[in-house]
């Protein structure tokens, strides 16, 4: 599938262009072609509907909201989106969303936050780094550059063991992409 961007009031949006892929359809048609119980032959189906993804949400569980709240809010300065009483949504940027949900009163149970890392792309990692260490944060690790990745990161741990990595891209090949 195909994403470009595109400007919008001076911002970077992406988009999903509506255009045929001759190859997918080929493909697709030959499929169909050799399929002949339930279809019949030389028909051209579809199997998936247009998945266009308009926002996202990522959602924690917490035992202790009132801690949890106060991570995102005073030490990550998330802003408040909007307060459900069961969930609370913070902004991450144009779309994206953390949700921080009371786990008693939530659907889903969570056995374990292991194998859980949520990672925030920023502008200035270095000064938040060093807001992290003034702060003494839980789980700081040190400022590193990732093998392989232009990119630079530090890890911390949040409440109920989360774990969040705090990023930088350094080309400006990836500064563009993420």
């Known amino acids: 599938m195909i994403i470009t961007k595109q400007q919008k009031n001076n911002q970077e949006i992406n988009f999903r262009p509506k255009i045929i892929d001759c190859a997918k359809i080929i493909s697709v048609y030959k499929l169909a072609n050799d399929f002949d119980n339930d279809h019949k032959k030389g028909e051209l189906f579809e199997s998936m509907v247009n998945f266009e993804i308009k926002s996202n949400f990522t959602f924690?569980?917490?035992e202790d909201v009132k801690a949890a709240r106060q991570f995102f809010e005073e030490v990550l300065h998330l802003p408040l989106v909007k307060d459900f009483g069961w969930a609370v949504i913070y902004g991450l940027?144009?779309?994206?969303?953390l949700g921080v949900v009371n786990e008693k009163d939530s659907s889903i149970k969570i056995e374990s936050h292991n194998g859980v890392l949520v990672s925030f792309t920023v502008n200035d990692v270095e000064n938040i780094f060093n807001e992290m260490k003034r702060k003494k944060v839980s789980g700081l690790s040190a400022l590193k550059q990732v093998k392989g990745v232009d990119l630079i990161s530090f890890f911390i741990e949040g409440p109920e063991g989360y774990k969040f990595e705090i990023q930088q891209f350094?080309?400006?090949e990836l500064t563009k992409l993420f």
């Open 60 to 62: 924690l569980y917490f």
């Open 93 to 97: 940027g144009d779309k994206s969303f």
């Open 170 to 172: 350094t080309s400006d």
